[in-house]
Nanobody, 115 residues
Framework: QVQLVESGGGLVQPGGSLRLSCAVSGSIFAISGMGWYRQAPGKERELVATITRGGGTEYGDSVKGRFTISRNNAKNMVYLQMNSLKPEDTAVYYC?????????WGQGTQVTVSS
């Protein structure tokens, strides 16, 4: 099993920044992809960003140029730096890792962008 704990969410004004962190523990060997997804009320969960063990990244179209994903393999952490936040970025953000073909999810952290 793999356990994921997110932190760093909160309330921020439009144009502001937040940094999300995800601590990964448990059976961490053979973890390949790590990433962030989000789900807004009434909408489906969508990709925000993913990063491979080698550092290759992929971003959802709506966050390209504003968000940056990174990972620290030694500390078993994955991060999401979010800049130039917009009200439409408001959602619950979920950390995800893939291990041997199985997806594991954190409990989610709320990000609210509002003035």
């Amino acid at each position: 099993q793999v356990q994921l704990v997110e932190s760093g969410g909160g309330l921020v004004q439009p144009g502001g920044s937040l940094r999300l962190s995800c601590a990964v523990s448990g059976s961490i060997f053979a973890i390949s992809g790590m990433g962030w997804y989000r789900q807004a009320p009434g909408k489906e969960r969508e990709l925000v960003a993913t990063i491979t063990r080698g550092g290759g990244t992929e971003y959802g179209d709506s966050v390209k140029g504003r968000f940056t994903i990174s990972r620290n393999n030694a500390k078993n952490m994955v991060y999401l730096q979010m800049n130039s936040l917009k009200p439409e970025d408001t959602a619950v953000y979920y950390c995800n890792v893939r291990r041997l073909g199985t997806d594991f999810w954190g409990q989610g952290t709320q990000v609210t962008v509002s003035s």
